[in-house]
């Protein structure tokens, strides 16, 4: 299974992700879609997985959740859009991390792309950066992975080139 993993679009969705997200079976998007547009496009390419981020109108929250938690193939994932990072979770999340103990847990919200490994809650956790036009950002970034029978694999940071105004 090949994961598109995107976050932080903001109504803004570049024209290199179709491109990227191709050979993919799923979108997961970690919040701050912006418009139902941008999510409507997003589907219209793969199937998607979304979660609510805290820029998302009601429109979006009637849509998706504020967090997915499921099995594929054989990981437990939980995406969220606001999360922390290893050791540093939000408070809200840290009784439910060790509750629901993620292989893979995915957030947004920081517009920092990081992939950490977090050896004492036995996770990976994931923030594929901002995609879109708005955010401190410099850089739009996605990623795409593998996951096989328990194994992720081949995992890629892509730069879909400078945000918003920056010049080219």
């Not at 996770?123 to 036009?133: E, K, S, T």
């Not at 739009?140 to 918003?164: C, P, Q, S, W, Y």
Request: one cysteine or more.
């Amino acid at each position: 299974m090949k994961i598109g993993l995107i976050s932080d679009t903001h109504s803004f969705l570049d024209s290199k992700v179709e491109k990227y997200f191709a050979d993919c079976d799923e979108i997961w998007h970690a919040g701050d879609i912006g418009d139902v547009a941008t999510a409507k496009s997003l589907e219209a390419m793969k199937p998607m997985r979304a979660v609510c981020g805290n820029i998302d109108n009601t429109d979006l929250q009637a849509l998706y959740p504020d967090d997915q938690i499921f099995m594929a193939e054989g990981k437990k994932i939980w995406i969220t859009h606001i999360g922390g990072y290893p050791p540093r979770y939000t408070s809200k999340l840290k009784a439910s991390l060790a509750q629901i103990k993620p292989d893979i847990f995915i957030c947004g919200h920081s517009h920092i792309l990081r992939v950490i490994s977090d050896p004492d809650r036995k996770l990976l956790h994931i923030n594929p950066g901002a995609a879109g036009n708005h955010g401190f950002h410099k850089i739009k970034t996605i990623m795409t992975f593998h996951i096989k029978a328990g194994k992720i694999f081949d995992m890629n940071v892509i730069e879909l080139g400078k945000r918003g105004s920056l010049s080219e």
